[in-house]
């Protein structure tokens, strides 16, 4: 995950906005991923958004990305307690087959 | 669809004993995809499949790893002779092409003694 980076920690108040940040390498990746990875279960894909567009919009989560500086955000509006998890940002490299190079991951916490 | 399904889900072991992950992909998925997440060192790729034929294993550890898909729906990770430094979860992933979205089992959690 070295080529992915991501700040390790977020806390916010139940019911605040929430944003986790990525900055990636390869500008020529394809697709950005954002997963979702709860206590003791698997990745959970909760969106992804083609390098060719600035935002997507998808109910309560927002992704923006400025290729310019190889930066990924998402924003979770309405903070709830079953947000709490691991956020993983992941871009896609070119080569044959959709290769995914992950971030170490964002630890949400959200408290009341 | 039910999914990714990895067995199995928790695996405790003793030092040099076999260790056998099982996963079967989602049907119709031609990409398989094996990673292992710690948390010194995140999610790395072991090994992906293609239409059954591993194309890049260059991310398996050591030759005490292998891994084999002898049919579109079933794929397993062997560790022999398993270490204590094998401790981590490994997920599996399949895909329906190269170029599109990995969906991700539930991991087995491999503790090794």
């Known amino acids: 995950g070295e080529d992915v980076e991501q700040s390790l920690f977020l806390s916010v108040r139940e019911g605040d906005s929430s944003v986790i940040n990525c900055t990636y390498t390869?500008?020529?990746?394809?697709?950005l991923y954002w997963y979702k990875q709860e206590p003791g279960a698997g990745l959970q894909l909760l969106t992804y958004?083609?390098?060719?567009?600035d935002m997507k919009q998808d109910q309560r989560l927002t992704v923006l990305l400025n290729k310019k500086d190889k930066h990924l955000s998402l924003r979770i509006a309405d903070t709830q307690t079953g947000d709490s998890a691991i956020y993983f940002c992941?871009?896609?490299?070119?080569?044959?087959?959709?290769?995914?190079?992950f971030g170490a991951g964002t630890r949400l916490a959200v408290h009341p | 669809d039910a999914g990714v399904i990895q067995s199995p889900r928790h695996e405790v072991t003793e030092m040099g004993q076999e260790v056998t992950l099982r996963c079967k992909p989602i049907?119709?998925?031609?990409?398989l995809f094996w990673y292992r997440q710690t948390m010194m060192r995140g999610l790395e790729l072991l090994i992906y499949?293609?239409?059954?034929?591993?194309?890049?294993d260059s991310g398996m550890p050591e030759d005490r790893f292998s891994a084999k898909m002898p049919n579109a729906s079933f794929s397993t990770l062997k560790i022999q002779p398993s270490e204590p430094r094998d401790s981590a979860v490994y997920f599996c992933a399949s895909s329906p092409s190269g170029q599109e979205t990995q969906y991700f089992g539930p991991g087995t959690r491999l503790l090794v003694l």
């Open positions: 049907s119709g998925h031609d990409y």
């Open positions: 958004i083609f390098s060719n567009m």
């Open positions: 992941a871009e896609s490299r070119s080569g044959g087959y959709n290769k995914l190079i």
């Open positions: 390869d500008s020529s990746s394809t697709y």
């Open positions: 499949f293609n239409n059954n034929v591993p194309i890049d």
